[in-house]
């Protein structure tokens, strides 16, 4: 055997080095397209479509968050944040996200599923079967936690009730408790037994998120404080629990807002509306930039135990768009452009969300505008986002 100090040993020692830099060179190559990427085009073309659809020739105000991988992401902003009072939309105004905040509530319980606490296969009454009301609560005898997140449950929609928007105008700061959104469907028949057919549903996730506290004993908001928002950091995200959303960009609903009838959903600092009644239907405001972050770590299968991603993404048929699908809490659909694409859309009053992942390329878009005026956009959201998405595989060059 020879010596450390031989010239054998020396000359495998230095061939073990040339190895580790060769590696690394290979290793650096293999990353270039991604690093070396002229980043300042790519934001530059953004930025131009931003501006190409934002105040005064389109929407009032959007934004855009942009996540290639872990270490790369921004926000940008087009247009105006609050018309009347001249405020321009930036990176860090928050916006309601609607239903996209189903994701919050889905992860949340997929991270219960994977600690053995939830069962998806369980009937809902398995958890809520105590409760003095669930006999009222349309197939809430036979109803999974899965028919929940993935709407085959046939329990029906409670926030477009018309007895539900009539007392939401009539009150429109009043505080809602589940059981009195679930009251609105009490003693309802479904539209078709549990499991054999689709229909979305903001009462799923209210179900949902009353599993989350009934399994904790803590309040659903305060799991996915500390599961999902501190645990990832993110700082320009929040629940929108109360009309006062510090950050909040302006609103525009139009003269036809069945919600309250209010236009301009932000006065003096607070919402006209209170946007709790909400809650596991979507609940959360933020910055386009901390959502597309949040959607590449779901979508990467970093925010509950990786072995559910094929139950997360095994979906059923759902006329949401091209080729669609809904699985646990997600949408699944081929895009015109930037071909097959994972993620959530989401509406409130004075607000539009499309928040999603995209195949080719590995990358999420976050897209937020400040109006659901039907009429005022030229195109949907979701073609917006699908025509910025195309620009980003052509700068990754993916396509």
Known sequence: MASRGSPVARASAVAASLCLILAALILAALVQPIEAQDLARMRTRLQARLDSVAAPVGVPGI????????????????????????????????????????TYFGATALQLVGEGTIDLDAPVSTYL??????????????ATVRDLMRHTSGIVRYELNPAFLEDLTAEPMRSFTPEERLSYLFDTDAPFAAGEGWEYSDTNFILLAMIVEEVTGRPAYAEIRERVIDAHGFDGTRPSDRPEIPG????????????????EMVEA?????????EWGGGGFASTASDLARWTWLIQEGHAFDRSLMAPF??????PLGPQAEYGLGVIMMTMAGA????????FMPG??????????GGFALALQINTSTRGVLSTSPLTMLDGLAVIVQEELGVR
């Open 269 to 277: 600092g607070r919402m006209v509306i209170n946007p709790q009644f």
């Open 129 to 142: 079967g105590h409760e003095p009301w669930f006999g009222r609560i349309p197939n809430g005898s036979t």
């Open 248 to 263: 909040l960009a302006q609103g525009y609903a139009g003269p036809a807002n069945p919600f309250g009838g209010f236009d």
């Open 351 to 360: 607000y539009r969300t499309e928040a999603y992942w995209f195949e080719e």
């Open 339 to 346: 071909g097959r694409a994972r993620g959530h859309s989401g």
């Open 63 to 102: 934004t855009l968050g942009v996540t290639l991988d872990r270490d790369t992401g921004w926000g940008q902003a087009a247009g105006m944040a609050d018309t009347t009072l001249g405020i321009r939309m930036t990176p860090g105004h928050l916006m309601l996200q609607g239903s996209v905040g189903k």
């Open 313 to 318: 993404t095994d979906g059923v048929p759902a």
